[in-house]
């Protein structure tokens, strides 16, 4: 009988390490919208949004010509992408201008890319 390496078969409860743990562990209102976070990762036409804002500051129209996609549809994601609080925008006349949000999206973004690209390399 093949024995399952992802459970434990120990019923001893090490306190220390629970106790060390918990201590460090954010609250859970935090861990939900870290959560919520990741979610908005979670769909290709935002993550293509986003990779072309790390290179220049674009309109709702640019976006839509680049990924071959409605207006509407683009306008749907950026609005998602700005309440996750990942673009902003400024305007310009008539026309609206998106970039990211802040640094900090192209470092998760970076850190993300790179764990896949490493998973490739395997």
Same mark, same amino acid.
């Given at each position: ?29 935090? =861990?939900?919208? *870290?959560?919520?976070?990741?979610? #908005? ?9 986003? /990779?072309? !804002? ?23 994601? =950026?609005?998602? *992408?700005?309440?996750?609080?990942? #673009? ?9 201008? /998106?970039? !990211? ?22």
């Amino acid at each position: 009988m093949r024995e399952d390496i992802n459970a434990c078969n120990c019923s001893e409860i090490h306190e220390d390490i629970v106790n060390e743990v918990k201590g460090v562990m954010p609250e859970d209102e935090m =861990l939900y919208d *870290l959560a919520e976070l990741f979610k #908005v990762f979670g769909d290709t036409t935002r993550i293509k949004i986003l /990779y072309a !804002l790390f290179s220049k500051e674009m309109c709702v129209c640019d976006i839509a010509s680049l990924l071959g996609m409605t207006h509407s549809a683009i306008s749907h994601q =950026l609005r998602v *992408l700005k309440q996750a609080r990942l #673009v902003k925008f400024r305007k310009e006349g008539k026309v609206v201008y /998106y970039s !990211l949000d802040d640094s900090h999206i192209s470092q998760i973004f970076d850190c993300g890319l790179n764990h896949i690209q490493e998973t490739y390399k395997r």
